[in-house]
């Protein structure tokens, strides 16, 4: 390996990060009539969830409801955003 080749890599490794940490991951959209409720977008795959976090631990509790209600707070928080 080359040392041009080497610094190459290096540089790559560099911008892959500084990107990765440039593009947030997920967006955040509050649900309305639920106090502390996010809805949790997923940029990179489109995935969306209905949770809040966990002030004690600052861990994502997801809610495990998938009823018409909250595919509904969902839709609806994503169309105030205007997504």
Same mark, same amino acid.
Do not use: N
């Given at each position: 390996?080359?040392?041009? =080749?080497?610094?190459?890599?290096?540089?790559?490794?560099?911008?892959?990060?500084?990107?990765?940490?440039?593009?947030?991951?997920?967006?955040?959209?509050?649900?309305?009539?639920?106090?502390?409720?996010?809805?949790?977008?997923?940029?990179?795959?489109? @995935?969306?969830?209905?949770? =809040?976090?966990?002030?004690?631990?600052?861990?994502? @509790?997801?809610?495990?409801?998938?009823?018409?209600?909250?595919?509904?707070?969902?839709?609806?928080?994503?169309?105030?955003?205007?997504?």
């Amino acid at each position: 390996m080359t040392r041009r =080749r080497w610094w190459l890599g290096v540089a790559a490794l560099v911008v892959a990060v500084l990107l990765h940490a440039a593009v947030p991951r997920y967006s955040w959209l509050p649900v309305a009539g639920e106090p502390g409720g996010l809805v949790r977008i997923d940029r990179w795959t489109g @995935r969306a969830e209905w949770g =809040r976090l966990d002030p004690a631990t600052g861990a994502w @509790r997801l809610f495990v409801d998938p009823t018409a209600k909250a595919i509904a707070d969902i839709d609806r928080a994503l169309a105030s955003q205007g997504k």
